[in-house]
């Protein structure tokens, strides 16, 4: 999977604020208190490694993970500049809410709490959903020939069931 630019001051960044309003979740930034919760909620909604990440998420001050939140509920997270600085993601949506905007609305906040925080690009280290990426702000995939950070990362071995 590529890893994938996106220009914080493009015109399509701009109109993603305006539109990425409409769900009715609340985005927010993840609170101290909710630091195990929100990683235990990652890792059996999503993995291991991305709970990982969450939690150096955690260990930064502003916390660099946003939350949505709907009636007390976790639907989804997204974090930046976590596994290199300049880096969005992860990010991860509940099945079950997918398809409401919350993932967008997510994406949308955290670039622009990246540009407040002095950012002119944002990368998307190995982006899966590559299309999700062009059509919310036309981020572009780097024509980069290696893989690039994530290159011979120590992974758990699958267990056979
Ligand atoms: C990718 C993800 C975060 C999107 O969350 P979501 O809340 O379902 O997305 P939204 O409802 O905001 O989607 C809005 C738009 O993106 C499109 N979209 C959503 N997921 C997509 C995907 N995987 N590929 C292409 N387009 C996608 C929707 O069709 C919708 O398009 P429209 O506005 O033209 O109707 C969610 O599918 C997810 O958690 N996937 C698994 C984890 C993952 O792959 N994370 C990204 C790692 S880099």
């Not at 939140?69 to 989804?76: D, M, S």
Request: charged fraction near 20%; include cysteine; charge should be negative.
């Amino acid at each position: 999977m590529p890893d994938m630019l996106v220009n914080l001051y493009g015109s399509e960044v701009s109109a993603l604020a305006k539109k990425a309003n409409g769900n009715f979740a609340t985005i927010r930034p993840a609170l101290p208190p909710e630091m195990n919760l929100v990683i235990e909620w990652v890792r059996e909604n999503f993995s291991d490694n991305w709970a990982s990440e969450v939690s150096v998420a955690f260990s930064r001050q502003p916390i660099a993970c946003l939350i949505a939140v709907e009636n007390g509920t976790l639907l989804g997270f997204a974090c930046y500049d976590t596994t290199a600085r300049g880096f969005f993601g992860p990010t991860g949506v509940a099945e079950e809410a997918r398809g409401r905007g919350i993932g967008l609305s997510l994406f949308s906040d955290c670039l622009q709490t990246m540009k407040t925080l002095g950012h002119a690009y944002a990368f998307i280290g190995d982006a899966g959903p590559v299309d999700f990426y062009k059509s919310a702000v036309g981020a572009i995939e780097i024509p980069a020939r290696d893989k690039g950070i994530y290159e011979g990362m120590l992974r758990r071995p699958k267990t056979q069931s």
